[in-house]
């Protein structure tokens, strides 16, 4: 199947840093990116939709000013979480999208904020 | 909004026995059905799917049905293993931008117990 990375896997941070995260499609172009939260035991919740060469479009409730997503290329879209808070710390995890529909998701980033 | 509920949020079973786990949906335009399973602290693993121009698909072990016109559809585990022991979730595709985005389930923990 579709081969998706990110990277880190596990970052650990001050409060008030900022800490970006990215997502690739190894074998395959992705024109659309997602960015899930994942709280433990819990369900994956949609922060956004990043699209290659247009803005992302954000789920209601999420702060664009303060998850930034850049998809520069087709293969490669970031989140940046900007000034980071101890309610910040969860497990992100992108997935990128086949044309039929189907996302494949990256191994998630583990965000600790201190 | 869109939603996703899933049934039930935890099953037990014994090596051997059969699994099933239930998810309704409430788009009605919704046209793709995939389930995941997830170890913890792992990525989500596409498993199956299922489009709703079918009724029923299945893999080995493993088959969905679809009833669209009660918008409900379910995950068939026969022979359940030790290594099904995971978190489940179904999900429902509703349309966002040029992709169809996805709403998950709330997950359901299976135990198959030796």
């Known amino acids: 199947g579709a081969v998706v990375s990110q990277h880190p896997s596990r970052v650990i941070c001050k409060s008030g840093t900022s800490v970006k995260i990215e997502c690739r499609s190894l074998d395959f172009q992705a024109t659309t990116m997602f960015w899930y939260r994942q709280f433990p035991k819990k369900s994956l919740m949609l922060m956004a939709t990043s699209n290659e060469g247009s803005k992302a479009t954000y789920e209601q409730g999420v702060e664009k000013d303060k998850f930034l997503i850049n998809h520069a290329s087709l293969t490669l879209s970031t989140l940046t979480v900007t000034s980071a808070h101890p309610e910040d710390s969860s497990f992100y995890i992108c997935?990128?999208?086949?044309?039929?529909?189907?996302?494949?998701f990256g191994p998630g980033t583990r965000l600790t904020v201190l | 909004g869109e939603n996703v509920e899933q049934h039930p949020s935890t099953l037990s079973v014994q090596e051997g026995d059969s699994a099933v786990i239930k998810c309704t949906y409430s788009?009605?335009?919704?046209?793709?059905f995939p389930w995941y399973k997830q170890e913890l602290g792992k990525r989500p693993q596409l498993i199956i799917d299922?489009?709703?121009?079918?009724g029923e698909k299945k893999d080995q072990r493993i088959a969905v049905t679809l009833n669209k016109t009660a918008k409900h559809f379910s995950l068939h585990i026969t022979e359940t293993q030790p290594e099904d022991s995971a978190v489940y979730f179904c999900a429902a595709s509703m349309r966002g931008g040029a992709t169809n985005k996805l709403i998950f389930g709330t997950g359901t923990l299976l135990a198959v117990q030796p």
């Open positions: 788009d009605s335009a919704s046209n793709y």
């Open positions: 997935s990128a999208a086949l044309g039929l529909g189907e996302q494949f």
């Open positions: 299922i489009r709703s121009n079918v």
